[in-house]
């Protein structure tokens, strides 16, 4: 038994905690002329101008929304006068009383494209139809874009078939016709692939989605009306939690008594304000579960506004994500707060996302040696134990989590 658990830790890439805060930078440009990814363990992983797309394209697993570039001007109207049977007779007359389209500022998964879709029915995305047995998307509308240097295309997406957006776009009148052809292949591991009405070309901006927690952006929100801000928005599978009227954002770090959130402008824009200059308010804390899973604390502390596109914050990893047998299914994670530790209490979290029943919390010395065993009834979602650590001398710890075939481990240091 000592020798599995000796091997087993050696096999995994567990680390720890320094629990050091990390004051960091990034700049998106004057004019926020710019776009950049970053991951809180790694830092800056791309960086993109904002105006050289005009529409993205979901790429990742079966995603199927398409956005529009609506920070530099973009606009998009769907055809209310005919389907796909009228691309040539095409007539925008009384264009500016039709129902302009957005992005959704809360979900990646819900484009411009995407919003005329009918909830009861399940096959509609909203641009289109999917065939359940064919497996093929059908373009059912048409579209008026309006690009950034003021001049407007009719647009067709036609279909996604053959592992590929099929689309075309002409000029009102119909000339200038392109027939594009994305593949959704070339663009493996990323959320998008854009695409450039005004220099028909296809284009590679982002890094992998695995290796970016943050995009610094600007973004349409709604307040109520369609507006223009910078801020902050959060990757597919990242979730944050704002905390209000913290007395000292220094020191605060319980991350467990708030909600974790999945929309993408959890963060946003609203932790700045101009009044002549830029204020940032000081007693406000985001706890970010990064897309490795571990746990941040983020502090903004200052921001450059237009002038330079600065966005200084602090960055604080306050747990690692669980390291799990090879085995395992996702069905939960784990994290022990404080550590290290030099107190009496430890705080053992863990979340359940399926239905066991119970689980077994089981803490090992560096000799495989029972520290401490507790069967533990689970609940689907947040679970918590609080127990002290009396019995265990300074020194390096397993604490374990068995939930039916998973186990979860992670390293616990005493001081």
């Given at each position: 038994?000592?020798?599995?658990?000796?091997?087993?830790?050696?096999?995994?890439?567990?680390?720890?905690?320094?629990?050091?805060?990390?004051?960091?930078?990034?700049?998106?440009?004057?004019?926020?002329?710019?776009?950049?990814?970053?991951?809180?363990?790694?830092?800056?992983?791309?960086?993109a101008p904002k105006n050289n797309w005009d529409i993205a394209f979901e790429v990742s697993g079966y995603g199927?929304?398409?956005?529009?570039?609506?920070?530099?001007?973009?606009?998009?109207?769907?055809?209310?006068?005919?389907?796909?049977?009228?691309?040539?007779?095409?007539?925008?007359?009384?264009?500016?009383?039709?129902?302009?389209?957005?992005?959704?500022?809360?979900?990646?998964?819900?484009?411009?494209?995407?919003?005329?879709?009918?909830?009861?029915?399940?096959?509609?995305?909203?641009?289109?139809?999917?065939?359940?047995?064919?497996?093929?998307?059908?373009?059912?509308?048409?579209?008026?874009?309006?690009?950034?240097?003021?001049?407007?295309?009719?647009?067709?997406?036609?279909?996604?078939?053959?592992?590929?957006?099929?689309?075309?776009?002409?000029?009102?009148?119909?000339?200038?016709?392109?027939?594009?052809?994305?593949?959704?292949?070339?663009?493996?591991?990323?959320?998008?692939?854009?695409?450039?009405?005004?220099?028909?070309?296809?284009?590679?901006?982002?890094?992998?989605?695995?290796?970016?927690?943050?995009?610094?952006?600007?973004?349409?929100?709604?307040?109520?009306?369609?507006?223009?801000?910078?801020?902050?928005?959060?990757?597919?599978?990242?979730?944050?939690?704002?905390?209000?009227?913290?007395?000292?954002?220094?020191?605060?770090?319980?991350?467990?008594?708030?909600?974790?959130?999945?929309?993408?402008?959890?963060?946003?824009?609203?932790?700045?304000?101009?009044?002549?200059?830029?204020?940032?308010?000081?007693?406000?804390?985001?706890?970010?579960?990064?897309?490795?899973?571990?746990?941040?604390?983020?502090?903004?502390?200052?921001?450059?506004?237009?002038?330079?596109?600065?966005?200084?914050?602090?960055?604080?990893?306050?747990?690692?994500?669980?390291?799990?047998?090879?085995?395992?299914?996702?069905?939960?994670?784990?994290?022990?707060?404080?550590?290290?530790?030099?107190?009496?209490?430890?705080?053992?979290?863990?979340?359940?996302?399926?239905?066991?029943?119970?689980?077994?919390?089981?803490?090992?010395?560096?000799?495989?040696?029972?520290?401490?065993?507790?069967?533990?009834?689970?609940?689907?979602?947040?679970?918590?134990?609080?127990?002290?650590?009396?019995?265990?001398?300074?020194?390096?710890?397993?604490?374990?989590?068995?939930?039916?075939?998973?186990?979860?481990?992670?390293?616990?240091?005493?001081?």
């Amino acid at each position: 038994m000592k020798k599995l658990i000796l091997c087993t830790c050696c096999l995994l890439a567990i680390v720890t905690s320094n629990a050091q805060s990390i004051t960091d930078t990034v700049s998106i440009g004057a004019g926020y002329a710019n776009q950049k990814w970053y991951s809180l363990d790694n830092d800056e992983q791309g960086s993109a101008p904002k105006n050289n797309w005009d529409i993205a394209f979901e790429v990742s697993g079966y995603g199927t929304s398409i956005h529009i570039n609506s920070i530099i001007g973009t606009m998009l109207w769907t055809y209310p006068t005919n389907d796909t049977t009228g691309w040539s007779t095409f007539d925008t007359t009384g264009l500016y009383t039709w129902a302009p389209q957005y992005n959704s500022d809360t979900s990646w998964t819900l484009g411009a494209f995407d919003k005329n879709a009918v909830p009861t029915n399940p096959n509609d995305v909203g641009w289109g139809i999917y065939n359940p047995i064919t497996h093929i998307i059908t373009g059912d509308s048409l579209f008026v874009i309006k690009l950034s240097n003021g001049s407007f295309k009719k647009l067709w997406i036609q279909d996604i078939s053959g592992g590929a957006y099929n689309l075309k776009y002409a000029d009102l009148n119909g000339t200038n016709q392109q027939n594009v052809s994305l593949i959704r292949a070339n663009y493996t591991g990323k959320n998008f692939a854009y695409y450039s009405l005004q220099t028909n070309s296809a284009l590679d901006r982002e890094p992998a989605a695995a290796d970016w927690d943050l995009l610094f952006t600007q973004y349409t929100t709604f307040i109520p009306t369609p507006y223009t801000v910078a801020g902050v928005l959060t990757n597919k599978g990242v979730k944050t939690a704002q905390v209000n009227n913290v007395a000292d954002v220094s020191t605060y770090s319980n991350w467990q008594a708030h909600p974790l959130n999945t929309p993408i402008n959890e963060i946003g824009y609203d932790w700045k304000a101009y009044t002549g200059v830029w204020e940032i308010t000081d007693s406000l804390v985001y706890f970010v579960k990064s897309k490795p899973g571990d746990l941040w604390k983020l502090v903004f502390t200052g921001f450059g506004g237009s002038s330079n596109g600065n966005y200084i914050f602090t960055k604080e990893k306050l747990s690692t994500v669980s390291i799990k047998d090879i085995h395992s299914s996702q069905s939960a994670f784990l994290t022990v707060y404080p550590n290290p530790s030099s107190g009496d209490q430890l705080n053992i979290l863990f979340e359940i996302t399926n239905g066991s029943s119970f689980s077994n919390l089981v803490i090992y010395d560096l000799l495989g040696k029972t520290i401490y065993s507790q069967q533990i009834n689970n609940t689907v979602g947040l679970n918590q134990i609080n127990i002290t650590n009396k019995r265990m001398e300074p020194g390096i710890y397993f604490v374990c989590l068995f939930n039916g075939q998973e186990k979860i481990q992670q390293k616990l240091i005493i001081k």
